[in-house]
């Protein structure tokens, strides 16, 4: 399990800072995010959820869509957020690119994680965590993300306990040797808050029951695979694809990632790494 572990976070972090160095003014979405999926899929690991890539005041749950033509821009603030498993064991890792000058909100994300992971020992509460985010955050003059948070993570499952808030918050779980999970402070010059956005090309397998639609079934065989991990809209072939979607969200077979933004106008920065608490501190696996 832990040679799992840390094999797919050296692949996540190789494989994030490629995606990074991709990141210019000009450069097709698309075109990264499939060579990095690619790429990954060549390692003899896994996606654990589709390449993330926010820009923005969008601060999580953006890939490309099918024939995506969005390219970067200058003066984008660039989420790469990156998931990568090894037999279902997960590494979590994002990053942020600054194609403007926003060197400052950028730092404030890196500070506040690497204080909180500082502090990931045996005992530690994941309020203090909080606390110590917000402060690095605050100080630097932007604010945390209030309803987002760092989360657990088991095998084939991205969001289980502990869940690290980004804000001081009384108690909440008390970290104990071979708990594994992302820590990951966004930074904001926005409200503080993420909302839902219209856009969705994120899904994932929540349920399994009966599907008569001939397109929601191959959809769904399509997926099963994954042991309910999210899958991007862009990788189902086929047409209808759209249609069987949304059968499948009604029948709430499928659960829906809506793009998660900040108000208009304002920038999200973003830092994550993977941790697995050790007797005495804790080891990083994607740093």
Known sequence: ????YTKAGAIAKTMVTRAAGMVRPGESILELVDTIEEAVRETGAALAFPLNISRNEDAAHDTAGPGDE???M???LVKVDLGVHVDGYIADTAVTVDLGDNGGLVEASKAALERAISLVRPGVSAGELGAAIQDEIERRGYRPVANLT???????SLHEAPTIPNIAMQGGSVLEPGMVFAIEPFATTGTGR?????????????AVRPVRMPTAKKLIENVRPRSGLPFARRWIPGNKVDLAIATLRRSQILHAFPVLHDVAGSLVSQAEHTVIV????????TR
């Open 1 to 4: 399990m832990l040679a799992s």
């Open 70 to 72: 969005r390219v970067f």
């Open 74 to 76: 200058p003066g984008d």
């Open 150 to 156: 760092g989360h657990g993570l088991a095998r084939y």
């Open 194 to 206: 993420v909302s839902e956005s219209q856009r969705i090309e994120i899904f994932r397998q929540q």
């Open 278 to 285: 050790t007797d005495d501190g804790c080891l990083v696996t």
